[in-house]
């Protein structure tokens, strides 16, 4: 439950407080006066600082909550970047390597020709998408993570945070169910299922599709990879199979 300041409790401290003070008026001891004054006062300060210490407070944590969110959501960005990149760099021998596509047409690409592509060998089906599976896996790690940091943001009353969980839980369905199209080795439907992880969190979240490439080559690709540190080949490696031409007649 989200804390809310007592503006009311402060209020009437506060006005407490003055009445005190104007106490001193009717009171015709000086000392008395005195010691009347000096609590009042004490109180109008003590007050004052009090509620501007809980609005000070309330602030810093709802600023912090937004930079928390952010970051779980910016994190989201980068694994989608390396999936949308593995998509690409894994039609090696389909394309031109300098040929800028969207996402969407490198995942149909790769679909189209899943039974042109051998069986086995380093440029083999299975070996695409097993590199492909391991960005779904880990988005749907993210969403665990998410679902795990969000009980704060959740004590918070963070602003629509109970859809966003709705959301990605039911990503985490979807997840599931693409890695189990690999397991299975239905690679078509895994590689297809994979474009809607990606259209459901757009569709979603459209302020973050500035965030993700429109169109992009299978170099570019390769070198997003490399600079995560996440490719399975280094830049000379991934090239030795643009020679080869695996398109369906």
């Known amino acids: 439950m989200k804390y ?17 003070t104007a106490l001193t008026f009717f009171i015709k001891d000086p000392a008395w006066s005195t010691v009347v004054a000096s609590v009042g006062a004490g109180g109008i300060a003590s007050v004052v600082v009090a509620w501007l210490l809980d609005y000070r407070k309330t602030k810093i944590q709802a600023i912090e909550n937004k930079a928390r969110h952010e970051e779980l959501m910016r994190q989201f960005i980068r694994i989608y970047r390396r999936l949308m990149s593995r998509v690409a760099s894994e039609c090696y021998g389909l394309c ?3 040929e800028k596509h969207s996402f969407h047409f490198w995942i149909q690409l790769l679909s189209s020709n899943v039974d042109c592509l051998p069986k086995e060998g380093q440029h083999s089906t299975k070996n695409r998408c097993a590199h492909i599976l391991s960005s779904v896996e880990s988005l749907q790690r993210q969403i665990e993570i998410f679902q795990s940091q969000s009980a704060t943001l959740i004590y918070q009353d963070f602003p629509d945070l109970e859809q966003t969980l709705q959301f990605f839980e039911l990503l985490w369905v979807h997840c599931w169910g693409t890695i189990k199209q690999f397991e299975t080795e ?10 809607i992880l990606y259209d459901d969190f757009i569709n979603e979240f459209p302020q973050y599709k500035d965030d993700l490439p ?28 643009d020679g080869i031409l695996f398109l369906c007649e």
């Open 186 to 195: 239905n690679y078509k439907v895994f590689i297809d299922t994979t474009y």
């Open 214 to 241: 429109d169109d992009y080559s299978i170099n570019e690709a390769v070198q997003l990879l490399n600079e995560y540190g996440s490719h399975p080949k280094s830049k000379n490696e991934s090239t030795k199979g």
């Open 4 to 20: 809310k300041i007592p503006h009311l409790l402060y209020v009437v401290l506060l006005l407490i407080s003055i009445a005190i």
């Open 96 to 98: 031109d390597k300098d």
